[in-house]
């Protein structure tokens, strides 16, 4: 082989990693908790997320659940963290979270806590659950998460 052969096979290679890499950063899934552990029981939800790209004015947030948790329709969400109201849609086990009034955004790399209500908890509350949340900016996904976690009870503890 000659040089120029095995250097474009060496900088192909080198590329492909560093896309692999790029893709393989993500934002963090920090933690959820429920305001109630009980299975088959409604709880409010709190996700505490880290993104590494913005919330803009008009990102949407999803949140996919899994199969074994109901999203009830009358579904709330709610933010310190995003000034303006928030809307929240339920489709199947996906929660969409669109801005509604948006004043700022958080940057990436900030916490970013979102509370909901109206979520049945699944029949057995001991294992860990997969999450999947992504940043949608435009038609585009600027961050994605799949974390698998223990789901751990809110107490007034969690606040101090």
């Given at each position: 082989m000659n040089a120029p052969h095995v250097l474009k096979k060496i900088y192909l290679s080198v590329l492909i990693i560093l896309v692999y890499v790029v893709q393989l950063r993500a934002g963090e899934l920090q933690s959820v908790f429920a305001t109630q552990i009980r299975p088959v029981r409604p709880a409010a939800?709190?996700?505490n997320i880290q993104f590494d790209a913005p919330v803009t004015a008009t990102s949407q947030i999803e949140i996919r659940f899994a199969e074994?948790?109901?999203l009830l329709q009358n579904i709330i969400v709610s933010s310190d963290d995003l000034a303006g109201g928030l809307q929240a849609v339920v489709e199947?086990?996906?929660?969409i979270?669109?801005?509604?009034?948006?004043a700022g955004s958080v940057e990436a790399g900030e916490a970013l806590e979102i509370?909901?209500?109206?979520?049945?908890n699944p029949v057995d509350m001991e294992q860990p659950y997969e999450f999947q949340i992504s940043l949608l900016n435009g038609n585009t996904i600027a961050?994605?998460?799949t974390n698998s976690v223990n789901i751990?009870?809110?107490?007034?503890?969690k606040l101090q």
């Open positions: 939800y709190i996700f074994q948790f109901t199947k086990q996906k929660l979270i669109t801005r509604v009034k948006p509370r909901t209500a109206s979520v049945v961050d994605s998460m751990e009870l809110f107490t007034n503890q």
